[in-house]
């Protein structure tokens, strides 16, 4: 028989808070005045999540859950809490300065992520599992690009060592033809010659190896980017690489973000205010997702030297007497706003499987289609692929192509 006391805990409302690990996860559970009921560790099986979640459930209503890593050692329960019905939010680790003053341990922290909740200081929805499959392919790439590279760096390193006969026949040619020229090796010589040259002969086929597989995980990544949201793909200077990391960074559920300037901070490009007295000014925020960031100002270099808008843009900047540096800032904070519409809305994209059709029927080639509109072949290449988009040649492109 249930007693009063059991049936008063099981009538009031709580929160809870986690501090997740790779194989345990410590839970704590707080009243709705803040008061500390009890805490406990599970571990991170479906078992452990299902005995967690009721825990938390025996001091209570659960009102929200306040989870430290929810896109990292937390998914897991995350997504069991979730599937439960339970609202879970995404609890950032205490600063350095509440954790120098209370110390550090799993219900210390536990109870600081509970208390988060509480106030209303965490109060981010975490990500859903829609893009996980893009970040697991964008990791996986990124990867790819970075073995690659140090690849090339050892044979370049090996290279400025070797003897004089393979530095002399090598160090001329271009990477490209370099690596295909090492990749074709057959040692020979003495024993020196041919321990370097089967060194330099494994570094280029690692490294044409890791080519094709990066390419095949770029393309990979164009289809899901452009099957979850095709409008910011087809954004000017947005290519596969940037676009999963812009959406990885905004999530599956972009709506968790409610303007364009929480996204914008998320990215790093918001300035931050640093006023004080009769001082009125903002700094250069540091914070915020780096790699986002860093999208961000790609997508800025690639317009500042194609976009004929961004750079009229800069031109007139720069008569106003800015820098480069703070134009660029400019553009990150604008790309950030067009960024967040993509994201949050259905942006319709024009068609252009039609040019290539058209142009072909009536004989005309890319080079004078380049010569036309004043342009390289290579956009026009480009533009008729689908890789870049350009609404205005399109349709120029298109209205020309009727009337010749």
Not at 129 to 146: C, E, F, Y
Not at 230 to 257: C, S
Not at 278 to 285: D, E, I, Q, W
Request: aromatic letters at 4%; proline letters at 3%.
């Amino acid at each position: 028989m249930t007693s009063a006391v059991e049936r008063d805990t099981a009538g009031q409302g709580v929160f809870g808070g986690v501090d997740s690990h790779a194989d345990t996860i410590h839970v704590a559970v707080i009243s709705d005045n803040g008061g500390h009921l009890a805490d406990a560790e599970f571990t991170t099986t479906a078992a452990g999540y299902a005995a967690a979640l009721a825990f938390l459930g025996a001091h209570g209503h659960v009102l929200a859950i306040g989870v430290e890593g929810t896109s990292s050692y937390g998914t897991g329960f995350t997504r069991a809490a979730r599937e439960g019905g339970l609202t879970v939010v995404e609890v950032n680790r205490p600063d350095r300065a509440e954790r120098r003053r209370v110390g550090k341990s799993d219900p210390i922290d536990a109870y600081a992520a509970a208390r988060a909740t509480l106030s209303g200081r965490a109060d981010a929805a975490p990500k859903d599992d829609t893009v996980s499959g893009m970040r697991a392919l964008h990791n996986v790439a990124r990867s790819a690009i970075k073995a690659r590279t140090a690849a090339l760096n050892q044979i370049t390193h090996i290279l400025v060592t070797a003897p004089e006969a393979i530095r002399t026949r090598y160090r001329r040619l271009k990477a490209a033809e370099r690596t295909d020229a090492l990749a074709r090796l057959r040692p020979a010589g003495d024993a020196i010659h041919v321990a370097v040259l089967a060194a330099l002969k494994s570094l280029a086929r690692r490294v044409k190896e890791l080519t094709a597989e990066h390419e095949a995980l770029t393309k990979a990544i164009d289809a899901e980017v452009t099957a979850h949201i095709p409008g910011l793909r087809a954004a000017y200077g947005v290519g596969p690489d940037t676009a999963a990391q812009l959406l990885v960074t905004a999530g599956g559920n972009p709506e968790r973000m409610r303007t364009e300037a929480a996204f914008a901070a998320l990215c790093g490009v918001a300035p931050v205010p640093a006023s004080s007295g009769r001082t009125n000014r903002h700094r250069l925020s540091r914070g915020g997702d780096r790699a986002a960031n860093a999208a961000l100002y790609r997508i800025a270099l690639c317009r500042m030297s194609s976009d004929r808008r961004t750079r009229d843009y800069v031109a007139r900047q720069s008569e106003a007497g800015r820098t480069k540096k703070e134009i660029i800032r400019l553009l990150k904070r604008a790309i950030a706003r067009e960024i967040f519409r993509y994201l949050t809305t259905n942006v319709a994209v024009p068609g252009i499987a039609d040019l290539r059709p058209a142009r072909q029927a009536k004989n005309i080639t890319l080079t004078a289609v380049a010569n036309h509109f004043g342009v390289w072949p290579a956009p026009i290449s480009t533009l008729e692929r689908g890789i870049r988009r350009d609404d205005d040649l399109a349709n120029a492109y298109r209205d020309w192509l009727k009337a010749a």
